[in-house]
């Protein structure tokens, strides 16, 4: 797949090893999260807001409340920066100075648009919440007119967008590999754990199989 | 433990019921993660980055190479945000428009202040470590002064905090609890799995108890 052309506010400049600029990297950290930090600035106060998302091509979908002040601050076109990550391990080092993290993240330049026209609107939803848990989307009640209304989706072009991935072991300095302390890897991994059912059920439908098997 | 006094820029006007402002619920969120996102501006145009933190007592600490552009930019005195998610499961109702996350997020508003002071320097890279993994900091060769001057650390007073908190199951409009879907909560959590040695070991030592027993 096609690179994204580093910009000056992009191009990775400290450890530029651990840049990637290739669609491929930044779909596959893109797809295996559902949830981005998005940093605006309101008043010169910048905020960072967890919230879902989801990807079509080379947009990015955010949604929420029709009343929600980040929302409604991005509708206004003003700069924004989603960003993804994903937490791989614990890097031990021998010294306290060469600990690190293993960790794939994905930062994303621009300004979003608005989607006025309903089918993009309802497609975007469909895309959040496929992205979440593919399958959903075609069991569930889908959104009413008013639901629509109630609910703003933002589109984000993927254009001014790069990856940073660290991988592997720790880097130590040359004496160091003599001290007798344990050094290597703690991988970290988000695991499903077993669904609860709704407390306030009035039926007992099968667990479908995309929630059975669950995984990023 | 007392309360954080909510600002016009931290009252969480959204669900205003998932708000909390005490220490405790705070402390807690901060403490059981490690990786923070990072909210600051350059001309206008927002950044987020993830980083890690410690904390100790009501200050957050920062660090990272002294050619890092975060840290000198924020070293510079500019407004920033940092914020904190625990994503703690999938809620999964029986409209696609009642889906939601269960999760818990601290996000804190200021300004960040240079620590320049070595015992101070020195005792938020205790934080840091410790913070990742308590004990780590004890077995580990400690910062020279040379890896001391080549790293910023950076303090940001908890004054101007919010932490926002979703539990439970899903809540449906009335008539879909008829429908045939099922719902409920997927918990996700963060799991160790088997620590991988270092492949350029010259010594075996043991899996510390900290390493071995690791959970957040």
Same mark, same amino acid.
């Given at each position: 797949?096609?690179?994204?052309?580093?910009?000056?506010?992009?191009?990775?400049?400290?450890?530029?090893?651990?840049?990637?600029?290739?669609?491929?990297?930044?779909?596959?950290?893109?797809?295996?999260?559902?949830?981005?930090?998005?940093?605006?600035?309101?008043?010169?106060?910048?905020?960072?807001?967890?919230?879902?998302?989801?990807?079509?091509? /080379?947009?990015?979908?955010?949604?929420?409340?029709?009343?929600?002040?980040? !929302?409604?601050? !991005?509708?206004? +076109?003003?700069?924004?920066?989603?960003?993804?990550?994903?937490? /791989?391990?614990?890097?031990?080092?021998?010294?306290?100075?060469?600990?690190?993290?293993?960790?794939?993240?994905?930062?994303?330049? +621009?300004?979003?648009?608005?989607?006025?026209?309903?089918?993009?609107?309802?497609?975007?939803?469909?895309?959040?919440?496929?992205?979440?848990?593919?399958?959903?989307? /075609?069991?569930?009640?889908?959104?009413?007119?008013?639901? !629509?209304?109630?609910?703003?989706?933002?589109?984000?072009?993927?254009?001014?967008?790069?990856?940073?991935?660290?991988?592997? +072991?720790?880097? /130590?300095?040359?004496?160091?590999?003599?001290?007798?302390?344990?050094?290597?890897?703690?991988?970290?991994?988000?695991?499903?754990?077993?669904?609860?059912?709704?407390?306030?059920?009035?039926?007992?439908?099968?667990?479908?199989?995309? !929630?059975?098997?669950?995984?990023?």
């Amino acid at each position: 797949m096609s690179e994204f052309q580093p910009t000056s506010r992009t191009q990775v400049k400290r450890l530029p090893k651990r840049a990637h600029y290739d669609r491929e990297t930044v779909y596959q950290i893109l797809d295996t999260a559902f949830v981005c930090h998005v940093g605006f600035s309101v008043d010169g106060q910048p905020f960072v807001i967890p919230t879902n998302y989801g990807r079509s091509t /080379d947009t990015l979908y955010l949604h929420g409340s029709a009343a929600s002040r980040m !929302l409604k601050t !991005l509708s206004a +076109g003003v700069p924004v920066c989603v960003t993804v990550t994903h937490v /791989d391990g614990l890097v031990l080092a021998r010294s306290a100075f060469h600990h690190s993290v293993n960790y794939r993240s994905v930062v994303i330049l +621009g300004t979003a648009r608005l989607v006025e026209d309903s089918a993009e609107k309802m497609e975007a939803l469909r895309v959040f919440t496929d992205h979440v848990m593919r399958g959903r989307w /075609d069991d569930v009640r889908q959104p009413t007119e008013q639901e !629509l209304k109630a609910t703003i989706v933002l589109a984000l072009p993927l254009e001014e967008v790069s990856a940073k991935v660290r991988t592997g +072991g720790p880097v /130590d300095d040359e004496p160091d590999y003599a001290l007798p302390v344990w050094a290597g890897v703690l991988p970290l991994q988000i695991t499903p754990k077993q669904p609860i059912p709704d407390a306030l059920r009035k039926n007992d439908p099968p667990i479908p199989d995309y !929630l059975r098997n669950y995984s990023r």
